[in-house]
Nanobody, 126 residues
C-alpha cells in the first residue's frame, strides 16, 4: 500500500520561503507521477505542481510558476516542493499525491491521483 507523509509546513511572512517534503513508501515509484495540490476551506483542491518520479518532466500551475520548484530525491524516496517568494494567497493545506503513470504523463486534475497524503498546513502572513 502506498503511503505518503508530508512535512515542512508552517508559518512564514510574505516573501519568505518554505520547503515541503513528502516521504513515499510501499512501492517502487519509477513509473509514478507525483505532485502537490493545495486546498483552502470551502474550495476544491487546486493543482500546484507535478513531476515524473525520475524527475525528467515537471508541470506547474501558472500561479506558482517561477516561485515554486518540485523535485524528487530517488535515493530517499522523497518528493519536495521548494516555495519561494510566498504570498498570503499561498496559504492552504498542501497535499502530496501520486498515481501510476507508465506513459510518463503528468496530470493537473485531482481526479487523476489515487494516493494522497494527510496534508500539511502552510500559512503566509502579510
Amino acid at each position: 500500500q502506498v503511503q505518503l507523509v508530508e512535512s515542512g509546513g508552517g508559518y512564514v511572512q510574505a516573501g519568505g520561503s518554505l520547503r515541503l517534503s513528502c516521504a513515499a513508501s510501499g512501492r517502487t515509484f519509477s513509473r509514478y507521477a507525483m505532485g502537490w495540490f493545495r486546498q483552502v476551506p470551502g474550495k476544491e483542491r487546486d493543482f500546484v505542481a507535478a513531476v515524473t518520479w525520475l524527475g525528467r518532466s515537471t508541470y506547474y500551475a501558472n500561479s506558482v510558476k517561477g516561485r515554486f520548484t518540485i523535485s524528487v530525491d530517488n535515493a530517499k524516496n522523497t518528493l519536495y516542493l521548494r516555495m519561494n517568494m510566498l504570498k498570503p494567497e499561498d496559504t492552504a493545506v498542501y497535499y502530496c499525491v501520486a498515481v501510476e503513470s507508465s506513459t510518463g504523463s503528468l496530470y493537473y486534475s485531482n481526479k487523476a491521483y489515487n494516493y494522497w497524503g494527510q496534508g500539511t498546513q502552510v500559512t503566509v502572513s502579510s
